[in-house]
């Protein structure tokens, strides 16, 4: 499998969309609720323990950071969404910088949207799909932190998902992933080939 994941480097953190990078890159966005694992992902997927930045406490990370991992390919990491605690001015914020990125971003070529396996299609979860759709943005699901279920409970919950995804029209592709046992990673490395144009 192509391994040019393993050389994604911090480049930038945009707090607003003026300060997003002006390159021509291919980009692939990151989104998912605060504790869903995103950053525990982005890491195991690039081979790396502190690229992208773990936190204790949900909801840290309010900036959009950039990691290229060569001339002409990209990695966004976007805020995590929907944690309570954050201050509704902060979210609000969020949501702009959100909206301003996935809306505006001409390079976007598709969204990973990451999600607990245990808890998936939370309402700011089905929110992110729809923007996605109506922006005709191509949408990847991460079923994260699969190795908390049993093998049997997570194939379930694998085509649940699936089903309800077909069933409320959405298009996107769902897989299992595990950042602890390193499972999934052929599969999300494909998606991101594909879409980042690595065949």
Known sequence: MVSNYRNASYFISASRASEFPGHEMLEVGFAGRSNAGKSSAINTLCDQKSLARTSKTPGRTQLINFFPIDDVRCLVDLPGYGYAKVPEKIRREWQKLMESYLGERKQLRGLVVIMDIRHP???????????????????????????????????KQLLSVRKILKDEGFKATVQMFSALKKTGIDDLQKVLNEWLELD
Not at 141 to 152: I, P
Request: glycine fraction near 6%; hydrophobic fraction near 40%.
């Open 121 to 155: 299609l939370k309402d700011y979860d089905m929110q992110m799909l729809d923007w996605c759709d109506q922006m005709g943005t191509p949408v990847h699901v991460l079923l994260t932190k699969a190795d908390k279920l049993k093998k049997g409970a997570a194939s």
